[in-house]
C-alpha cells in the first residue's frame, strides 16, 4: 500500500512522530506499507525564497536539485522515527529508486519507476520511505512542480499495479465546497478521475492536477484522508463505481483572477496564435478565452491568476499600438459547478444562470465543459454566489 | 585550483553574492576553479538538532542523507549566483562526481575521486561546485564527520595532483594562539603539516585532523585565507618548505575537558584493556592517560571532553565495584604549544613547566611528542598560562 504524507502531516517532530506510530500500527496489522514523503511544511517555500533572492525566475538544474533537498530531509527524519520504533526503514532519493523524467527542470514527467527495487526492499522486510516531488534526468535532479509528491505516490502505486494509493493530508476529505467560505459543506465520500481533475484545474488545492489524471490513466483508487484522524475520507474512482451521482458534486473557486479585454485586436494574419505564444512564453497560463467579431471589429477576452497581471500588462503595452485597446478587470473571481451526473441532467446551465440572476452578480466571462461550468464574476459577489449554487444543488450538510 | 568555501563564508546571501563576484575575478584572471561548498553557517547545527529529537545517537544512513542536504542547499545556492553573473556552473553532488568512501556513517573516509568526470567538466569550461562532506557509499550518501568539507577539498586538489588546494574561512590565518584567550598574537605564515596536525587534534578549530593529514600524504599544499579580506593567510607546507622554523609556532587549548582518576584499579588480567574497549564502544574519545603502580596498587588517570562526563561516569559506575574508586576533575583545560622546532632545540619541556609553576599552576596530567608538550590545568588557570606561554615563546605580535 502506498502512503503519502503531505507536508502539514511532517511538519514539526511531534507530527513526524505521530506518523511514525501511525506506520506501526499499519504494519502491526500485517500491511507492507511504501511511503512516500513531501518536504515539511514551509520548507520548500523557504527554499523558493532564498532561490528568487539569488537569481529570479531562474528554473535549471541548481534550481532543482536546491528544491529537492526539502524531502531529503523528511525522508530521513521520518525514516529516523521508524528505526527507532523497531522498523527497518529504508529512506530512497530519486535517483536511488530510478525515478526517472524528462529534463523539464521544475515541472518535470516521470516516465518510469525502477519497480524491481521497490518491490525487493519491500520483500526484505524493510520499508521503503520515498522523497516526493524528485526524479532523475540522467544524473541530474529534477522537481515535479508543486503537489508533484501526489504524482510520486500514484506513480509508485501505478509501478507495481496497486489498486489504491493512500494520500494523507491535514483535511478529512474532499468537500462539496470550501468550507471557509460556504456554511453548511458536506465531505464527498466518493468522486470520480474526472470530477476530482475538473475541480483540481478549477481551483481546488487538495489534489494536484497531474497526480489524478495518472490515476485515471493506470486505475489506481486514490483514498483522501487526514492524517490527523483515524475515519476514512474521500475516495477517488473510476466512475463506474460511483453508483448514484449527484447532478452537480461540488462548487468550486479560484478567488485569484483577473481578466484582459482587448478591442479592437491589431489586424494581421495569425496575430492571436503570436500574442498567445508570447504569453507562453512568459509563463502566464491564460485560462478563459472568449472571441467575438461585428461590425465594429474583433473583440477578445480572458482571464488570468491575477498574479500574472504585471507581467501581461507588460507585455501587452508593448505588443498593442494603444494602451486604449486594453481593460483590465482586477478583483475576479471564477466559481464553478463540477459534476458528471450534469452529462445526464440538462437544465443546470439554467438552474446555474438563475442563482447569479437573482443575486444580481455580473456574468463576465463563461466557460462549460460536459461536467462543469464556470464563470467569471467579481470578487465581492463570490461568497454569496458560492452559498446560492452550494444550496442549489443540494449539497448541504444536513 | 580547489577553493574551498566554509559555512560562514556562505552563510547568507549576501555572502554567497560576494563568494560569486570573487570567484568571477578568478576566472577573467584565467584561473579555472573547482569548489568545494560546507553547508551554510547554523544549518548542519540545525539538522542535527531535529535528528536528536527525533532519534538521538543514531547515527547511519538516514542521519548521513539528513546532514548531507546542507550541503546540498549551499551548491545549489552558489551555482546559482554564478549562473547570474554569465558563468556556467555544475552543482555536484558526491554520487554524481564519484566521491566513494567506506559505508561508516557520519565518519566515512574518502576512498576515491571520478578524476575524470572532474575535468571532464572543468575542460568543457564549466565551473564544478562540489558539495564537501559527503561521500557515496554503493548507492547510499554518507558524510565525513565534522569539517569534512575541508577533506572534500584536499581529496579533490590530490586526485587532480593540484599543488595548491585554498581554503576560505572566517579568520584570514592560522594564529599563534587564540586571539579570545591571549593578547597580541600573530599570523603565522608558514606552518608544516605536522604542526597542523598537532594543532587540530589538540583543539585548534581552523581546520580538519583528516584534511590535513591526507594533504600531507599527497603533498598538497593549503593555502588558508578569509574569504572576506584578498590579503594572503597561512600557508601549510612540506617541513623541508618552512625555512625558519621557530622553536614553538602556536599555543593551542581545548577548554572542554575533564580528568578521571581511578584507583584502585580493579584486579583482573586486561581489565585496562576491557575498559577502554567501553569507553571507545560509546564513542568517547581518551585523550591523555597515564598509569602507575606502586605498592598500594594501580593507578590509572585519563582525560576527556566534558561533554562526554555524565556517559563516562555512568559505564563506571558499573564496570567499578564502589563509586569511591572514581574521582573526577571537572573544568579543566588542556593547554599545548606546538612546534617542529621543538626537534632540535632541547629545553622546552623546561620553559614549558617553569612558566606555570611561576605563576603557581598546579598540573593534573602530562603529555608530550616529538613536537608538542600538553598539560591538563583548571580552566580558571588557563588564561594566565596561555598568555604566559605565548610571551615566553616569542609568539607576540610587535
Given at each position: 500500500m502506498?502512503?503519502?504524507?503531505?507536508?502539514?502531516?511532517?511538519?514539526s517532530?511531534?507530527?513526524?512522530?505521530?506518523?511514525a506510530?501511525?506506520?506501526?500500527?499499519?504494519?502491526q496489522?500485517?500491511?507492507?506499507?511504501?511511503l512516500?514523503?513531501s518536504?515539511?511544511?514551509?520548507?520548500?517555500?523557504?527554499l523558493?525564497?532564498?532561490?528568487?533572492?539569488?537569481?529570479?525566475?531562474y528554473?535549471?538544474?541548481?534550481?532543482?536539485?536546491?528544491?529537492?533537498s526539502?524531502?531529503?530531509v523528511?525522508?530521513?527524519?521520518?525514516s529516523m522515527?521508524?528505526?527507532?520504533?523497531g522498523?527497518?526503514?529504508r529512506?530512497?532519493?530519486?535517483y536511488?529508486l530510478?525515478?526517472?523524467?524528462?529534463?523539464?527542470y521544475s515541472?518535470a514527467?516521470i516516465?518510469s519507476?525502477?519497480?524491481e527495487?521497490?518491490?525487493?526492499i519491500?520483500n526484505?522486510?524493510?520499508?521503503?520511505v520515498?522523497?516526493?516531488?524528485q526524479?532523475?534526468?540522467?544524473?541530474?535532479i529534477?522537481?515535479?512542480?508543486?503537489?508533484?509528491?501526489?504524482?510520486?505516490?500514484v506513480a509508485?502505486?501505478a509501478?507495481?499495479?496497486?489498486?489504491f494509493?493512500?494520500?494523507y493530508?491535514?483535511?478529512p476529505?474532499?468537500?462539496?465546497?470550501?468550507p471557509?467560505?460556504?456554511?453548511?459543506v458536506?465531505?464527498?465520500?466518493?468522486?470520480?478521475?474526472?470530477?476530482?481533475?475538473?475541480?483540481?484545474s478549477?481551483?481546488?488545492?487538495?489534489?494536484?492536477?497531474?497526480?489524478?489524471?495518472?490515476?485515471?490513466?493506470?486505475?489506481?483508487?486514490i483514498?483522501?484522508?487526514?492524517s490527523f484522524?483515524?475515519?476514512?475520507?474521500?475516495?477517488?474512482?473510476?466512475?463506474?463505481e460511483?453508483?448514484?451521482?449527484p447532478?452537480?458534486?461540488s462548487?468550486?473557486?479560484e478567488?485569484n483572477?483577473?481578466?484582459?479585454?482587448?478591442?479592437?485586436?491589431?489586424d494581421?494574419?495569425?496575430?492571436?496564435?503570436q500574442?498567445?505564444?508570447?504569453l507562453a512564453?512568459k509563463g502566464?497560463?491564460v485560462?478563459?478565452i472568449t472571441?467575438?467579431q461585428n461590425e465594429?471589429?474583433?473583440?477578445l477576452?480572458f482571464s488570468?491568476?491575477?498574479?500574472?497581471l504585471?507581467?501581461t500588462e507588460?507585455?501587452?503595452?508593448?505588443?498593442?499600438?494603444s494602451?486604449n485597446q486594453m481593460?483590465i478587470?482586477?478583483?475576479?473571481?471564477k466559481?464553478?459547478t463540477v459534476?458528471?451526473?450534469?452529462?445526464?441532467?440538462p437544465?443546470?446551465?439554467?438552474?446555474?444562470?438563475?442563482?447569479?440572476n437573482?443575486?444580481s452578480v455580473?456574468?463576465?466571462l463563461?466557460t462549460?465543459?460536459?461536467?462543469?461550468?464556470?464563470?467569471?464574476?467579481?470578487?465581492?459577489?463570490l461568497?454569496?454566489?458560492?452559498n446560492?449554487?452550494h444550496?442549489e444543488?443540494?449539497l448541504?450538510?444536513?
Amino acid at each position: 500500500m502506498v502512503k503519502k504524507f503531505g507536508g502539514t502531516s511532517l511538519g514539526s517532530v511531534e507530527r513526524i512522530n505521530a506518523v511514525a506510530d501511525r506506520v506501526l500500527e499499519d504494519i502491526q496489522q500485517g500491511q507492507k506499507p511504501i511511503l512516500v514523503c513531501s518536504a515539511m511544511s514551509g520548507e520548500t517555500n523557504r527554499l523558493v525564497a532564498l532561490a528568487q533572492e539569488i537569481y529570479p525566475y531562474y528554473y535549471d538544474k541548481a534550481y532543482d536539485m536546491l528544491l529537492a533537498s526539502g524531502e531529503q530531509v523528511s525522508i530521513s527524519l521520518l525514516s529516523m522515527a521508524l528505526e527507532r520504533r523497531g522498523i527497518s526503514a529504508r529512506p530512497l532519493l530519486a535517483y536511488q529508486l530510478g525515478i526517472k523524467t524528462d529534463a523539464i527542470y521544475s515541472k518535470a514527467r516521470i516516465e518510469s519507476v525502477d519497480k524491481e527495487k521497490l518491490l525487493s526492499i519491500v520483500n526484505k522486510g524493510e520499508v521503503p520511505v520515498v522523497a516526493g516531488f524528485q526524479g532523475v534526468s540522467g544524473s541530474e535532479i529534477t522537481t515535479l512542480g508543486r503537489g508533484g509528491s501526489d504524482t510520486t505516490a500514484v506513480a509508485l502505486a501505478a509501478s507495481i499495479n496497486a489498486d489504491f494509493c493512500e494520500i494523507y493530508t491535514d483535511v478529512p476529505a474532499v468537500c462539496t465546497a470550501d468550507p471557509r467560505l460556504v456554511k453548511n459543506v458536506s465531505e464527498i465520500p466518493k468522486l470520480c478521475f474526472e470530477e476530482m481533475m475538473e475541480m483540481a484545474s478549477l481551483g481546488s488545492k487538495v489534489l494536484h492536477y497531474r497526480s489524478v489524471e495518472l490515476a485515471a490513466k493506470f486505475g489506481v483508487k486514490i483514498h483522501l484522508r487526514s492524517s490527523f484522524e483515524k475515519r476514512e475520507g474521500t475516495l477517488i474512482v473510476p466512475e463506474g463505481e460511483v453508483l448514484e451521482n449527484p447532478v452537480v458534486s461540488s462548487v468550486t473557486h479560484e478567488a485569484n483572477t483577473a481578466v484582459v479585454k482587448i478591442f479592437p485586436i491589431p489586424d494581421g494574419q495569425g496575430i492571436l496564435g503570436q500574442l498567445f505564444a508570447l504569453l507562453a512564453e512568459k509563463g502566464i497560463v491564460v485560462d478563459i478565452i472568449t472571441q467575438s467579431q461585428n461590425e465594429e471589429g474583433q473583440r477578445l477576452a480572458f482571464s488570468i491568476l491575477e498574479n500574472d497581471l504585471p507581467a501581461t500588462e507588460a507585455l501587452l503595452s508593448t505588443f498593442l499600438e494603444s494602451k486604449n485597446q486594453m481593460t483590465i478587470l482586477k478583483n475576479m473571481a471564477k466559481i464553478s459547478t463540477v459534476g458528471v451526473g450534469m452529462k445526464n441532467h440538462p437544465g443546470v446551465a439554467a438552474r446555474f444562470f438563475k442563482v447569479l440572476n437573482d443575486l444580481s452578480v455580473p456574468i463576465h466571462l463563461v466557460t462549460t465543459s460536459e461536467i462543469k461550468i464556470s464563470a467569471v464574476i467579481d470578487t465581492k459577489n463570490l461568497e454569496a454566489s458560492a452559498n446560492g449554487l452550494h444550496k442549489e444543488f443540494d449539497l448541504e450538510n444536513e
